[in-house]
């Protein structure tokens, strides 16, 4: 703890020292399927990365309009919080399992290093100042990280 407050009073404080961490650490962000080799994701491990990233992530991967049948605007709200953004079953949910499907590793690893380069600070300067976590972003990333631990 000493060393992150340390860094936080250096030029660039908490920002730049995140910023080295994610640089030098690239590889250790997200969970453990991204990292532990290069064979093909299973559906288990998209769906998992999926139930983890955030809901503009999700809508930048997967555009709604590539699985879903027209309908109004709440229903679709109502969908996307899910881990499926469909009805079980429903013809959607094989769309949306099928475009699941085609997003590459790479692609998650992506998603996993731009929630790191927005979470890494603000937890950073949370740890130097004791402040408690915020129950939504930062512990979202926080359980990822314990996720990736296991």
């Not at 030029?11 to 080799?37: R, T, V, W, Y």
């Amino acid at each position: 703890m000493w060393c992150v407050q340390w860094r936080s009073a250096q030029p660039g404080g908490l920002e730049k020292f995140a910023a080295e961490l994610i640089q030098e650490f690239s590889h250790q962000f997200g969970p453990a399927c991204l990292q532990a080799d290069t064979a093909p994701l299973t559906l288990d491990q998209r769906e998992q990365i999926w139930s983890m990233i955030s809901y503009d992530a999700r809508t930048d991967l997967i555009p709604t309009k590539s699985w879903q049948t027209a309908r109004d605007d709440d229903d679709m709200d109502f969908y996307l919080e899910g881990l499926y953004p469909a009805p079980a079953g429903s013809t959607e949910e094989k769309a949306f399992r099928a475009a699941l499907c085609k997003i590459s590793r790479t692609k998650f690893q992506d998603v996993s290093l731009e929630a790191a380069k927005d979470f890494l600070p603000h937890r950073l300067r949370c740890i130097c100042v004791g402040e408690p976590k915020e129950k939504s972003y930062v512990c979202q990333a926080d359980e990822l990280s314990a996720r990736q631990q296991e």
